[in-house]
């Protein structure tokens, strides 16, 4: 029930193409869905975020899609760049909580 | 100009030692996080502060202290440390529940 699923675990994307991860979660109770971009050394940035009302958000070259009755949510990476190597967390938020079930991450490469 | 700021980055120690983690927020946010990385990169909450006060509690061993002497620091203490306790820990803030979390660089603790 608090788990997110998150694929794939790792990707490698040509310079310019697009990078799709999909995440997957099972209790609808969730209200927040953000993703973080992780490079190594560093802490969990937070890169865009969408909350269950809305279907789509953009954000530059990052965008959500987000499917209520398929309990998914995705991120597109338009024009890849080799900048965007580094790992990809989604996470689910509860509502008036301070939890966040984190997905398992997705290691990026793009490939100049 | 750090926003969320942890010491030390490094911690190099024996097991059966104890050891502390500091972190501090000039974001003005009201509530604190420690976060564990595995060597796996699964990010897991230990703990949660609101104001000072302790709102998460995961499945955590008690040989884990937080302390939050007021809302910009929480500490972790740690005593008599373990291989597996291995990890790279994370703080981060977020203004209340359900808000974008920001994180810290993370504290990598290596038992010997």
């Known amino acids: 029930q608090q788990q997110v699923k998150q694929s794939p675990q790792s990707l490698i994307v040509q310079k310019g193409g697009i990078s799709i991860i999909n995440c997957a979660y099972e209790?609808?109770?969730?209200?927040?869905f953000p993703w973080y971009q992780q490079f190594p050394g560093k802490g969990p940035a937070l890169l865009i975020a969408?909350?269950?009302?809305?279907s789509e958000k953009k954000e530059g070259r990052f965008t959500i899609s987000f499917n209520k009755s398929a309990k998914q949510f995705s991120l597109h990476i338009m024009d890849s760049q080799p900048g965007d190597s580094a790992t990809y967390f989604c996470?689910?938020?509860?509502?008036?909580?301070?939890?966040?079930?984190f997905g398992t991450g997705t290691r990026l490469k793009v490939l100049a | 100009d750090t926003a969320v700021s942890q010491t030390p980055k490094y911690l190099v120690t024996q097991m059966g030692n104890d050891k502390s983690i500091k972190c501090e927020q000039n974001l003005g946010h009201d509530t604190m996080y420690w976060y564990k990385q595995d060597s796996k990169k699964f990010l897991k909450i230990m703990f949660s502060y609101n104001n000072k006060e302790l709102i998460i509690n995961e499945t955590v061993p008690n040989r884990f202290s937080p302390k939050s002497p007021d809302k910009a620091h929480l500490n972790l203490h740690i005593n008599s440390l373990e291989l597996g306790d291995s990890a790279v820990y994370f703080c981060?803030?977020?203004?209340?529940?359900?808000?974008?979390?920001?994180f810290g660089d993370g504290t990598r603790l290596s038992i010997l």
């Open positions: 209790n609808t109770a969730f209200d927040y």
């Open positions: 969408i909350r269950p009302d809305v």
């Open positions: 996470a689910a938020g509860y509502p008036g909580t301070y939890k966040y079930i």
């Open positions: 981060a803030s977020s203004l209340n529940s359900n808000q974008p979390q920001h």
